[in-house]
């Protein structure tokens, strides 16, 4: 009896024991099972979380920023502003400001077969209206900018702008008060002093006289064209705050020579950056100039 008892308690250990032994490999197994399976869960949620939530948040916001609205942006703000002087094979004085009327033909035909619409600085506040808007400048209103540009600009059927130095008008190789006249269908006449000073030296010296030039040859042009000049070319680019400053009186904008393109709405609407067209110019050099701008980048 007593042999069966002790048998029966080692068995009833036994069993017991190995019971227990299961129970707890199962809840050693579940709980490492658990400590393994959530970082790797958090990891994953974290990153499936994230990397989806990236890539929803970069993937859209470049693709809106970068092409988007900034395309939006290039085609209606980004302006170049072309200046030109002499349209003449004839070359006197400065050979730089000479571009030959077989270049001006070519660069303006480059522009109709590329989609540019030159436009003048009036229709600034309709930028939306244009495609690959552009504005063409000739400077100083030179005689062969009748005799030779417009006739190629009216082939195109080109607006342009011509900065005129009002108290040179009639003289040799200045355009005539009737030639103004006949060009005012695409031309747009616009101001460059009376005697093409040197503004900054003048504000400093005598501010009146620098009124005077900026007023009166605003009056003469406009009394010739019976249109608004609003727009002034600083003589040989040079001006300084205080030129802005008595600019402002007179002008809603003021272009430079400074080299670049012209961001509207954001650059300041009188320090108006240029792409200079010159004698040594070559189309590739043109076509250069302008592709900074309209390029996916
Ligand atoms: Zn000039």
């Known amino acids: 009896m007593k042999k069966k008892f002790i048998i029966f308690i080692i068995f009833f250990c036994i069993i017991s024991l190995t019971c227990v032994g299961i129970l707890i490999s199962i809840s050693f197994s579940r709980s490492n099972g658990d400590s393994k399976n959530t970082p790797e869960a958090t990891e994953q949620v974290t990153e499936s979380a994230t990397a989806p939530a990236a890539a929803t948040a970069t993937v859209p916001a470049a693709a809106t920023t970068t092409s988007v609205p900034n395309q939006n942006f290039v085609a209606n703000s980004s302006i170049p502003v072309l200046i030109y002087h002499c349209v003449d094979d004839n070359v006197f004085g400065l050979k730089d400001l000479f571009v030959s009327p077989k270049n001006f033909e070519a660069q303006m035909n480059y522009l109709k077969d590329n989609g540019y619409t030159p436009i003048t600085f009036q229709d600034l506040g309709n930028l939306g209206n244009f495609t690959k ?22 082939k195109f059927n080109f607006k342009a702008t011509i900065f005129v130095i009002s108290g040179m008008l009639g003289k040799k190789d200045y355009l005539t008060i009737d030639q103004i006249k006949e060009m005012t269908d695409i031309i747009n006449f616009q101001g460059h002093t009376i005697t093409h000073p040197d503004l900054k030296k003048m504000q400093v010296q005598d501010i009146n006289k ?59 609407n009188y320090e108006i950056k240029r792409l200079r067209v010159k004698s040594t110019t070559t189309l590739d050099l043109f076509i250069k100039n302008l592709d900074g701008l309209y390029s996916s980048k």
């Open 210 to 268: 620098l009124r005077d030039e900026l007023s009166k040859s605003k009056s003469d042009i406009e009394a010739i064209t019976g249109k608004p000049v609003n727009v002034l070319a600083y003589p040989a680019g040079s001006y300084s705050n205080g030129v802005i400053s008595v600019a402002k009186e007179y002008y809603t904008f003021a272009v430079t020579t400074k080299p670049g393109i012209f961001k509207y709405g954001t650059d300041s």
């Open 133 to 154: 808007p552009i504005i063409i400048t000739l400077d100083d209103g030179y005689m062969d900018n009748f005799t030779e540009a417009y006739p190629i600009l009216k």
